[in-house]
């Protein structure tokens, strides 16, 4: 566990030295914006369930983040009760506000990934890579602007992509269900 500390700590600290610009700090802040409480996904579900055609889809989606929700937010978070890494490495800037939740898992990476996965097998194409583009591009900022060890998205995105073919499996086993 100590090795993948470290390997953590190092990847934090590289992207802060070498990616992090003051010009892109904006914009960056503005995409894990989206990711905030889910409030993006949710509503991009929401819009879906509108759609006679892509109901189905809307629900899947919302079935997704709230698995990822119970497992992330609800269970994980308050079990391993992991601090930030802007409190525990020297050297760290965090770029915001402070959270007030614990880091592993990461939230906004499990909701980012459970919801883009399914619009991204449930959807066409042309709305599906986008979404799931836009779900990798949230899980990366989180380590950008330092709230995130690697570790917490890593584990945040594979908590969504599993609640992402729950999800999917469970809809297509409820196909009794008239939408």
Same mark, same amino acid.
């Given at each position: 566990?100590?090795? !993948?500390?470290?390997?953590?700590? =190092? =990847? !934090?600290?590289?992207?802060?030295?070498?990616?992090?610009?003051? #010009?892109?700090?904006?914009?960056?802040?503005? @995409?894990?914006?989206? *990711?905030?409480?889910?409030? #993006?996904?949710? %509503? %991009?579900? !929401?819009?879906?369930?509108?759609?006679?055609? +892509?109901?189905?889809?809307? %629900?899947? &989606?919302?079935?997704?983040?709230? @698995?990822?929700?119970?497992?992330?937010?609800?269970? /994980?978070?308050?079990?391993?009760?992991?601090?930030?890494? +802007?409190?525990?490495?020297?050297?760290?800037?965090?770029? *915001?506000?402070? =959270?007030?939740?614990?880091?592993?898992?990461?939230?906004?990476?499990?909701?980012?990934?459970?919801?883009?996965?399914? #619009? $991204?097998?449930?959807?066409?194409?042309?709305?599906?890579?986008?979404?799931?583009?836009?779900?990798?591009?949230?899980?990366?900022?989180? /380590? +950008?602007?330092?709230?995130?060890?690697?570790?917490?998205? $890593?584990? &945040?995105?594979? @908590? *969504?992509?599993?609640? =992402?073919?729950?999800? @999917?499996?469970?809809?297509?086993?409820?196909?009794?269900?008239?939408?």
């Amino acid at each position: 566990m100590d090795f !993948l500390l470290q390997l953590d700590e =190092a =990847a !934090l600290l590289w992207i802060q030295e070498y990616l992090r610009r003051d #010009f892109l700090n904006p914009i960056v802040t503005a @995409i894990t914006g989206l *990711g905030d409480a889910g409030w #993006f996904w949710i %509503l %991009l579900s !929401l819009v879906l369930l509108f759609s006679k055609k +892509y109901r189905r889809v809307g %629900l899947t &989606g919302m079935l997704a983040l709230s @698995i990822g929700f119970l497992i992330t937010n609800i269970w /994980l978070k308050n079990m391993v009760m992991r601090i930030r890494p +802007y409190e525990a490495i020297e050297g760290l800037r965090l770029i *915001g506000n402070k =959270a007030v939740d614990f880091s592993f898992p990461s939230g906004h990476s499990t909701a980012s990934i459970a919801a883009s996965a399914v #619009f $991204l097998a449930e959807l066409p194409k042309k709305m599906g890579v986008p979404a799931f583009l836009l779900g990798i591009a949230i899980c990366f900022t989180r /380590l +950008y602007i330092g709230i995130h060890y690697p570790s917490d998205v $890593l584990a &945040g995105m594979l @908590i *969504g992509m599993v609640a =992402a073919f729950a999800s @999917i499996r469970m809809m297509k086993e409820k196909t009794d269900i008239s939408l």
